[in-house]
């Protein structure tokens, strides 16, 4: 990053202060990943059964669950979780999407059609269906979800590096690479996947709040995550059972808590976007 | 006519090209399910303590001790009858749970999408005629918020406030009071049943039965719906006909609704074609808030209870509506521009 762009990264800051806010969102949900188990008031899966659905207080912020456990101490756990599914998922996709794409968009041809093809294909399914049933496949486990959040991300990944790689691939920087004798794997891995990276972070940005949706979904249906984890999705599938009896505080507050680390990570995107490409503003 | 038969070549030749995707989407759903953990011969056996030759019987019978291609013809051809399987939960071929089924579903996947078109143009014109107002700003918070809030956290929060609350909405569980008479079906749509039978009381039952879980699939979808509406519309309004209609005197409601909006109404379709998929996967979540006894309820039940081949129908299905609503997005966008189809 030059000081040209840095200076202008902080003149987009200044002028829009929801980009800091949601940066300091993301930073904060963070360190409460890494060091919430460690600062909870009460333990997340002892269960307390007298203290059973207590509504919020002084002693218990968002309440009590049907086992009287301490819903924000569950909250707070429950964050790691979730940021490691989504991060990890989003981690995934973007390697590999990255990757397949850069090199169908430099190669062309027929890997590049029969990639396409394969595209289509998923995206003919309606994602989170598709997500759906190949956890069934794979197995009702966490690494499971993991693996099909990435692979329902694959797509827009593939799309956007091939795009990007296809209109950079005869650039006189690229045939400069070439000239000087390197490789094609070289001109790609070196060259032309750096130069579409920055364009990139604001896909990965808006996907992070995307795949939270879509595991807490996919927990919230009984897939994945198993109770007594602590998870955002599985809390609200847990509290349901209580919502037509008015213990509203079990599905608010873990809903409040998807909300916000969604909204973080999208008007982060937003805001990635603003600095990196001035066009593009809203 | 002409402009007619264009539209249906076009929309004949989207199809034929949908076709490898449609084929993709079998062969898929074949993998997924061939690689799904158990054996179905040991759920068709008598129970868990059943002999191993019943259970080689069992897999005989099914096929499955033939080679993985040899399967995948039978799948298919399978497929091409009609036939896709039977479910071990119900007892009845997985075609007829579906068919039963899928006038709920898409009956509530309809509404909700009326609802959100219905809610979002509006939304979106009204903050792109005056970008930077307070509109514009409640539309675009509102459109932030909408994204983030997980359809099954909105639907649960409605029962709350509607349910509970205020007392306005029924119980939340299924289409119709468990005691309520049920009109001849002609649709299986129970608002348009209701009307054909005259029963109004019965409409308005099952009007606010199916108003709360429509809503919190709309709201979920809203947010990209009016976005583009307002996005599409600043760039209309800004344009040389609009300034032109503008300029002869013509009433501003019929610049913008007849010059502008018409205008600015195809990217809002190309839209609609991507939040139809979103909507089915969000009808899965809906469903399950508020026990609708529509197709993805009846899988899901499927699939926790590890019975493959409904859940195979199912994606197959959401699969093929979804081509078909493509196909479906693609001819209205060629009526709604005719230069699309004489281009």
């Given at each position: 990053m030059t000081s040209a762009t840095l200076r202008h990264a902080g003149w987009i800051l200044r002028g829009n202060p929801l980009t800091a806010v949601a940066a300091a969102g993301v930073l904060l949900l963070t360190l409460v990943a890494i060091f919430g188990p460690s600062i909870v008031?009460?333990?997340?899966?002892?269960?307390d059964v007298p203290q059973a659905l207590l509504p919020p207080s002084a002693a218990h912020l968002a309440g009590t669950d049907q086992l009287g456990r301490d819903v924000f101490s569950r909250l707070i756990v429950a964050a790691r979780l979730d940021l490691a599914i989504a991060v990890s998922a989003v981690g995934i996709s973007f390697a590999i999407g990255a990757v397949i794409g850069a090199v169908c968009g430099y190669a062309g041809g027929r890997l590049d059609r029969a990639v396409g093809r394969f595209v289509d294909v998923l995206m003919a399914f309606p994602l989170f269906v598709l997500a759906m049933a190949m956890v069934a496949a794979l197995g009702n486990r966490v690494e499971n979800i993991i693996i099909a959040t990435a692979i329902i991300n694959l797509p827009f990944y593939i799309r956007f590096a091939r795009a990007e790689v296809n209109v950079r691939r005869n650039l006189g920087w690229v045939e400069a690479a070439r000239a000087c004798g390197d490789s094609h794997i070289s001109v790609v891995l070196r060259f032309l996947l750096p130069n579409v990276l920055p364009a990139m972070a604001v896909q990965i940005s808006l996907n992070l709040g995307w795949a939270i949706l879509n595991a807490a979904g996919l927990s919230f249906i009984g897939l994945g995550v198993k109770p007594p984890t602590p998870e955002w999705g599985i809390m609200v599938a847990e509290g349901a059972r209580f919502i037509s009896t008015g213990k509203w505080w079990l599905v608010a507050f873990p809903g409040l808590a998807l909300m916000l680390a969604v909204l973080c990570f999208n008007l982060l995107g937003d805001g990635v976007r603003d600095i990196l490409d001035p066009r593009m503003r809203t | 006519m002409a402009a007619f038969g264009a539209t249906v070549i076009r929309a004949g030749r989207r199809f034929l090209s949908s076709l490898p995707a449609l084929f993709g989407v079998l062969v898929f759903t074949f993998l997924l399910m061939r690689v799904l953990p158990g054996d179905p011969a040991v759920f068709f056996a008598?129970?868990?303590?059943?002999g191993k030759e019943e259970i080689e019987v069992i897999r005989k019978q099914m096929g499955l001790n033939k080679p993985v291609p040899e399967q995948l013809m039978l799948y298919l051809y399978d497929v091409g009858r009609g036939n896709l399987g039977r479910s071990m939960m119900t007892g009845q071929l997985v075609t007829k749970d579906l068919r039963e089924r899928l006038p709920a579903s898409l009956e509530l996947t309809f509404t909700a999408l009326l609802i959100a078109l219905v809610s979002a143009v509006p939304l979106g014109v009204l903050a792109a005629l005056k970008p930077g107002s307070v509109i514009d700003h409640g539309v675009r918070l509102f459109c932030a918020l909408g994204v983030c809030v997980p359809t099954f956290v909105s639907g649960l929060l409605l029962i709350y406030v509607f349910y509970y609350l205020l007392g306005l909405a029924p119980d939340p569980t299924g289409r119709v009071d468990i005691f309520a008479t049920l009109p001849?079906?002609?649709?299986?749509f129970l608002l348009i049943d209701f009307l054909i039978a005259g029963d109004i009381e019965g409409w308005w039952a099952a009007f606010r039965q199916l108003i709360l879980p429509a809503v919190s699939m709309a709201l979920f979808v809203v947010a990209p719906l009016a976005r583009i509406t307002r996005a599409s519309m600043l760039v209309s309004l800004g344009s040389d006909f609009v300034r032109t209609a503008r300029s002869v005197g013509l009433p501003w409601w019929r610049v913008v609704v007849t010059y502008a909006l018409r205008n600015a109404i195809l990217p809002v379709i190309t839209i609609a074609g991507i939040v139809f998929s979103t909507m089915l996967g969000a009808n899965v979540l809906v469903e399950k808030v508020f026990s609708w006894p529509g197709v993805a309820s009846y899988a899901l039940d499927a699939l926790l209870s590890s019975d493959y081949a409904p859940v195979q129908g199912f994606v197959l299905l959401m699969a093929s509506v979804f081509v078909i609503v493509n196909l479906l997005v693609d001819v209205l966008y060629g009526i709604a521009d005719p230069r699309v189809t004489i281009g």
């Amino acid at each position: 990053m030059t000081s040209a762009t840095l200076r202008h990264a902080g003149w987009i800051l200044r002028g829009n202060p929801l980009t800091a806010v949601a940066a300091a969102g993301v930073l904060l949900l963070t360190l409460v990943a890494i060091f919430g188990p460690s600062i909870v008031p009460y333990d997340p899966i002892v269960s307390d059964v007298p203290q059973a659905l207590l509504p919020p207080s002084a002693a218990h912020l968002a309440g009590t669950d049907q086992l009287g456990r301490d819903v924000f101490s569950r909250l707070i756990v429950a964050a790691r979780l979730d940021l490691a599914i989504a991060v990890s998922a989003v981690g995934i996709s973007f390697a590999i999407g990255a990757v397949i794409g850069a090199v169908c968009g430099y190669a062309g041809g027929r890997l590049d059609r029969a990639v396409g093809r394969f595209v289509d294909v998923l995206m003919a399914f309606p994602l989170f269906v598709l997500a759906m049933a190949m956890v069934a496949a794979l197995g009702n486990r966490v690494e499971n979800i993991i693996i099909a959040t990435a692979i329902i991300n694959l797509p827009f990944y593939i799309r956007f590096a091939r795009a990007e790689v296809n209109v950079r691939r005869n650039l006189g920087w690229v045939e400069a690479a070439r000239a000087c004798g390197d490789s094609h794997i070289s001109v790609v891995l070196r060259f032309l996947l750096p130069n579409v990276l920055p364009a990139m972070a604001v896909q990965i940005s808006l996907n992070l709040g995307w795949a939270i949706l879509n595991a807490a979904g996919l927990s919230f249906i009984g897939l994945g995550v198993k109770p007594p984890t602590p998870e955002w999705g599985i809390m609200v599938a847990e509290g349901a059972r209580f919502i037509s009896t008015g213990k509203w505080w079990l599905v608010a507050f873990p809903g409040l808590a998807l909300m916000l680390a969604v909204l973080c990570f999208n008007l982060l995107g937003d805001g990635v976007r603003d600095i990196l490409d001035p066009r593009m503003r809203t | 006519m002409a402009a007619f038969g264009a539209t249906v070549i076009r929309a004949g030749r989207r199809f034929l090209s949908s076709l490898p995707a449609l084929f993709g989407v079998l062969v898929f759903t074949f993998l997924l399910m061939r690689v799904l953990p158990g054996d179905p011969a040991v759920f068709f056996a008598s129970g868990p303590n059943a002999g191993k030759e019943e259970i080689e019987v069992i897999r005989k019978q099914m096929g499955l001790n033939k080679p993985v291609p040899e399967q995948l013809m039978l799948y298919l051809y399978d497929v091409g009858r009609g036939n896709l399987g039977r479910s071990m939960m119900t007892g009845q071929l997985v075609t007829k749970d579906l068919r039963e089924r899928l006038p709920a579903s898409l009956e509530l996947t309809f509404t909700a999408l009326l609802i959100a078109l219905v809610s979002a143009v509006p939304l979106g014109v009204l903050a792109a005629l005056k970008p930077g107002s307070v509109i514009d700003h409640g539309v675009r918070l509102f459109c932030a918020l909408g994204v983030c809030v997980p359809t099954f956290v909105s639907g649960l929060l409605l029962i709350y406030v509607f349910y509970y609350l205020l007392g306005l909405a029924p119980d939340p569980t299924g289409r119709v009071d468990i005691f309520a008479t049920l009109p001849p079906s002609r649709t299986g749509f129970l608002l348009i049943d209701f009307l054909i039978a005259g029963d109004i009381e019965g409409w308005w039952a099952a009007f606010r039965q199916l108003i709360l879980p429509a809503v919190s699939m709309a709201l979920f979808v809203v947010a990209p719906l009016a976005r583009i509406t307002r996005a599409s519309m600043l760039v209309s309004l800004g344009s040389d006909f609009v300034r032109t209609a503008r300029s002869v005197g013509l009433p501003w409601w019929r610049v913008v609704v007849t010059y502008a909006l018409r205008n600015a109404i195809l990217p809002v379709i190309t839209i609609a074609g991507i939040v139809f998929s979103t909507m089915l996967g969000a009808n899965v979540l809906v469903e399950k808030v508020f026990s609708w006894p529509g197709v993805a309820s009846y899988a899901l039940d499927a699939l926790l209870s590890s019975d493959y081949a409904p859940v195979q129908g199912f994606v197959l299905l959401m699969a093929s509506v979804f081509v078909i609503v493509n196909l479906l997005v693609d001819v209205l966008y060629g009526i709604a521009d005719p230069r699309v189809t004489i281009g």
